[in-house]
């Protein structure tokens, strides 16, 4: 049996910061709903490349694979008031956990806020999860998180320092809110075991980011200092950096940040003769000579490949890796290793790769074992076997369009 | 120090991680877990990394270690002396999760992996993070975070696509690492809550940061398009392949916008054109564009190039903050480039209590920090206590839980134990 066998999700939800969480639930066995509808269906359906074969489809959208196998697909307008929002509200009495990710105010407009589905479901547990809060002077204010990182503080401290912040590709924080929002849950999960109690949960993906950039708002606070981007150096390493390799585009890393690192690389690098050069004698000189030292090293890896590079130092037990690209993941020995793709025929798409969690328990299997829904796709089998509408009742709401 | 509340208070945690997991047992002490931080006798060498408390580089005062460590009471134990170890085992039978990020190996070699920890705890959930995963070609490499920034692939997709790749500069993969191996740990602790039966969470640092880059890769899955580093420009959004600008010169330094397509997008460019008319500075063929018919999937370079030029000119003149305040009155999406500084001036999250003052009483002093990481109705979820001194609960846990005499302990930290 899997962990999350027999808990119930529903989403209302799309884009990455609802279903993504909503994802990592169903791999661990949850069943999980996801809510659309054919007038708004998700936005990473509807307008976010890839599509198969670069043509547009509301069922052939890789991102939208990415983040909901597994999941059952129903559709429900919610702007058929107040047919929909009885609908709805069956649906969460259903369930044992709402993840929901509108902006904040729309779950009330919709009357299905916190306090009106405790009503019917006293032991809820509710996910709301959005750009700023759901309290406080800016929380209408909606956003893409690939803009929030900026807010967050994160792009300011991407590049060099001479030069633009540089882009962090996708939603960058909204995965960040994602592990917080599992974690949320999973504990109320685990609190409304003990106690009976649900409760809602109010995550801020900007603030969830703000938790990884803990030590450099301290030092501003006590210090003054202004953390800012600095290509890739390292106040406690040199070398330490990207480096040119044999190929096109091909990219490796070295890090060394102790002496003993640095006399292991000289080493490997077969002691050259300018590593005996006092200006690259301690960490400090290396510091104070990092554009130099960086033009020997990538003078040295430019002869060999990444992964000769990367073999060769950790054989040495020096910190070394391949700048793998998006090509390469799926062939990185490491990550087929481990599985972490699972690849699964999807009727549009073809075969796609989805990805398995990041962490594997060791007695308890992770999925994913099915391909993303198609929109509505589990009209018939939810509504009527799972939530028990009658036939009768099933065919009267999709005739109203409440289910569309 | 007032009695933990919180939806994880009734468990125990034992922290053996380095920076690599940090903020594992920080993110479940958050939810009012009992986490006890294991150190080396002298203490943690993650004490050594800086920012410092005004800059005094001291093993008491790492601000590195404050922001990951607090919500954690901390111990010395030497696990490489057997009197260590026995200690070791003492606390592992009273505790419900332990996390460790030690290389693979290394506790199997002192009798401590997870078989052996397992048989004197069955329910123990045993947390493991390391960069690659406890097996595997790569699973006894080192590597730092630039090293899992770039087999991740991450790397490949940050920087000018004329110069070299590029991480963070201030280190994420931990982060990553540690808040994705927080929700492995709790699916496990649910599993052991149903069945009693504890395991070991396997987590690599490699695969966490697979998400921070969301689906770059399903280009090359779905239609062999490989999406590399692109500077400060957007792509992937048209499918004629044009890129879109991202940041922008302003006053007093960037702005992060973006000419989307979307419902929202049509809004914000319209939103943005009566902003700059407002100013006088909008053309006349900006303000005469049919916004609801702008199709951003087929946009073409010439018609973003067109665009993005007077947008630049008005910009250029426009501060981080008018910025802000703008793009909140006006609904538009966007937003500056804040630094640490900004972060603190923003009115949202004064209003929504998000910093929280914690007492240092040995610097004779408190400090703000980010709270808590949620909102819950039921339950806090906050700093409850500032990271430890080196063995700053010794007598607390040996004394007062593992029921030891005081000179015991002393005895213990002359043979090196603690």
Not at chain 2, 396 to 414: F, I, N, R, S
Request: glycine fraction near 10%; include cysteine; charged fraction near 25%.
């Amino acid at each position: 049996m899997r962990p999350l066998e027999g808990i119930k999700v529903v989403e209302f939800a799309a884009y990455a910061a609802g279903p993504v969480v909503g994802k990592h639930l169903v791999d661990h066995g949850a069943t999980v709903v996801h809510i659309e509808s054919k007038v708004r269906p998700d936005g990473f359906r509807a307008h976010y490349p890839p599509y198969k074969d670069n043509i547009h489809g509301l069922n052939r959208s890789g991102l939208f694979a990415l983040c909901n196998n597994d999941k059952l697909d129903i559709t429900l307008n919610l702007k058929k008031a107040p047919k929909a929002t009885d609908l709805a509200k069956r649906i969460v009495a259903w369930s044992d956990v709402v993840i929901e990710n509108f902006s904040p105010g729309t779950m009330k407009r919709l009357g299905l806020d916190y306090e009106a589905l405790r009503k019917i479901k006293p032991d809820l547990i509710m996910l709301s999860s959005s750009n700023l809060g759901q309290s406080g002077p800016h929380a209408h204010h909606a956003g893409f998180g690939s803009q929030l990182s900026s807010l967050a503080g994160f792009t300011h401290l991407t590049g060099y320092p001479d030069g633009p912040p540089q882009i962090l590709y996708g939603p960058y924080i909204d995965y960040i809110a994602v592990a917080y929002g599992a974690v949320a849950i999973l504990a109320a999960l685990d609190y409304r075991e003990r106690t009976g109690k649900g409760t809602h949960i109010d995550t801020a993906q900007y603030e969830t980011g703000l938790q990884f950039m803990a030590p450099i708002l301290l030092d501003y606070k006590i210090n003054g200092k202004v953390a800012s981007r600095n290509g890739n150096r390292d106040p406690a390493a040199a070398p330490h950096g990207a480096y040119p390799c044999k190929g096109d585009d091909s990219w490796c890393v070295i890090s060394a940040s102790s002496e003993s690192d640095w006399e292991s690389l000289c080493r490997a690098m077969g002691n050259p003769a300018w590593t005996k050069e006092s200006r690259f004698a301690t960490l400090q000189s290396r510091k104070e000579h990092e554009d130099e030292l960086d033009q020997k090293i990538g003078a040295w890896t430019t002869g060999f490949t990444a992964r000769e590079i990367t073999e060769k130092l950790q054989a040495s037990g020096i910190r070394a890796g391949i700048v793998n690209t998006m090509r390469d993941i799926y062939s990185d020995p490491q990550l087929k290793h481990r599985k972490q793709w699972v690849e699964l025929e999807h009727p549009e798409i073809g075969k796609m790769h989805y990805q398995r969690p990041p962490f594997f328990l060791t007695r308890t299997p992770s999925g994913p074992e099915r391909r993303d829904p198609l929109l509505g796709e589990h009209n018939g089998y939810f509504y009527q076997e799972l939530l028990g509408l009658s036939e009768k009742e099933y065919q009267e709401l999709v005739a109203e369009g409440v289910i569309d | 120090m007032k009695p933990r509340a919180g939806f994880l208070s009734p468990y125990r945690i034992l922290d053996l991680t380095d920076e690599l997991g940090f903020l594992c047992g920080k993110v479940l002490g958050d939810l009012g877990a009992d986490v006890i931080k294991i150190e080396k006798p002298g203490g943690d060498p993650a004490r050594k990394i800086g920012p410092f408390f005004r800059n005094q580089s001291d093993p008491e005062k790492s601000l590195y270690w404050f922001g990951f460590n607090n919500n954690k009471r901390g111990i010395t134990l030497n696990l490489e002396s057997a009197r260590g170890r026995e200690l070791f085992a003492r606390l592992v039978a009273r505790a419900d999760f332990l996390i460790e990020s030690f290389i693979p190996g290394y506790l199997d070699r002192l009798d401590l992996g997870y078989a052996a920890l397992s048989r004197i705890n069955p329910r123990l959930v045993h947390t493991s993070i390391t960069p690659f995963g406890q097996s595997g070609p790569y699973s006894r490499f080192r590597a730092s975070d630039i090293e899992i920034m770039a087999m991740s692939g991450c790397m490949s997709l940050t920087g000018d696509p004329e110069r070299a790749p590029l991480r963070i500069t201030f280190p994420q993969s931990y982060q990553w690492t540690a808040s994705y191996a927080s929700v492995g740990t709790l699916v496990a602790h649910l599993h052991r809550q149903r069945t009693g039966e504890g395991q070991q969470v396997d987590v690599s640092a490699q695969a966490c940061m697979l998400w921070a880059f969301s689906h770059a890769h399903t280009f090359w899955d779905l239609n062999r398009h490989l999406e590399k580093r692109a500077g400060s420009f957007m792509t992937g959004r048209s499918i004629t392949g044009a890129k879109m600008r991202v940041f922008w010169p302003c006053k007093d330094g960037y702005l992060n916008f973006i000419i989307y397509g979307g419902e929202a997008g049509r809004k914000t460019n319209q939103a943005l054109v009566e902003w700059m008319d407002s100013k006088g500075m909008a053309p006349e063929f900006l303000k005469k564009k049919e916004w609801k018919s702008f199709n951003i999937a087929a946009v073409t370079q010439e018609e973003i190039d067109r665009m993005e030029e007077p947008i630049s000119r008005f910009f250029q003149d426009v501060a981080k903050k008018e910025f802000f305040e703008e793009v909140i009155k006006r609904e538009m999406l966007g937003y500056p480039v804040a630094s640490v500084e900004e972060i603190f001036q923003d009115p949202q999250l004064e209003f929504r209590k998000f910093w929280q003052s914690i007492d240092h009483p040995e610097l004779g002093t408190s400090i703000l920090y980010p709270g808590g990481f949620a909102k819950f109705s039921e339950g806090p979820c906050k700093i409850w206590r500032r990271a430890p001194l080196i063995g700053e609960h010794n007598e607390e846990v040996y004394c007062g839980e593992l029921g030891m005499k005081g000179e015991e302990v002393e005895k213990l930290k002359q043979e090196g134990a603690i």
